[in-house]
Antibody, heavy 125, light 106 residues
Framework: DVQLVESGGGLVQPGGSLRLSCEAS????????MNWVRQTPGKGLEWVSY????????YYADSVKGRFTISRDNAKNSLYLQMNSLRAEDTAVFYC??????????????????WGQGALVIVSS | DIQMTQSPSSLSASVGDRVIITCQAS??????LSWYQQKPGQGPKLLIY???NLETGVPSRFSGSGSGTHFTFTITNLQPEDFATYYC?????????FGQGTELEI
């Protein structure tokens, strides 16, 4: 079975940093493009960042560009999101998400066929 | 950015009913549209991809149609486990965007 398990969430002060990890199992990570998506009660579901299968392409939402960095280690079956200069409006549940394809290592959009259970990030003093 | 306008925002229905949710894109997205179901405390689950293709393992009472800017999602013969929140999403280009969600209540 495909599984995505996020970790690294928690409470952080404004301006602080946090690194989310996502451990993938049940499939070959290097064959898929991956994303981070966040969800808040007020703004709903918001796409955060994309990374192609072998990291050649990385894209970010304008709201996090310059502050967040997506990365992956296919040998370790892991996806990461480094979040710096955190703001109160970054408070959300963050999901690690697999696309239905993406072996080609450049952007080519696919539906999101697997989601993790989510990691809660709270930015507050 | 492409805006996805989903309606209605909430819907009351009964077991056995048929319900229809619509999603309008602010520009042509071809058939690059998916539908998800989310239950409390869980991540969304893919039901429909490429506007009308049923994901493996999803019951056939779920269906989708449309292309371009107007899309519909239908559940026939509602079951108790179908009461949840549903979202549309486009993947025509980046940034991916989602509809606001439709909460389906008993």
């Amino acid at each position: 079975d495909v599984q995505l398990v996020e970790s690294g969430g928690g409470l952080v002060q404004p301006g602080g940093s946090l690194r989310l990890s996502c451990e993938a199992s049940g499939f070959t990570l290097s064959r898929y493009s991956m994303n981070w998506v966040r969800q808040t009660p007020g703004k709903g579901l918001e796409w955060v960042s994309y990374i192609s299968s072998r990291s050649s392409a990385r894209y970010y939402a304008d709201s996090v560009k310059g502050r967040f960095t997506i990365s992956r280690d296919n040998a370790k079956n892991s996806l990461y999101l480094q979040m710096n200069s955190l703001r109160a409006e970054d408070t959300a549940v963050f999901y690690c998400v697999r696309e239905r394809g993406g072996e080609e290592d450049f952007w080519s959009g696919y539906a999101f066929d697997s989601w993790g259970q989510g990691a809660l990030v709270i930015v507050s003093s | 950015d492409i805006q996805m306008t989903q309606s209605p925002s909430s819907l009351s229905a009964s077991v056995g009913d048929r319900v229809i949710i619509t999603c309008q894109a602010s520009q042509d997205i071809g058939n690059y549209l998916s539908w998800y179901q989310q239950k409390p405390g869980q991540g969304p689950k893919l039901l429909i991809y490429d506007a009308s293709n049923l994901e493996t393992g999803v019951p056939s009472r779920f269906s989708g149609s449309g292309s371009g800017t107007h899309f519909t999602f239908t559940i026939t013969n509602l079951q108790p486990e179908d009461f949840a929140t549903y979202y549309c999403q486009h993947y025509n280009n980046l940034p991916y965007t989602f509809g606001q969600g439709t909460e389906l209540e008993i």
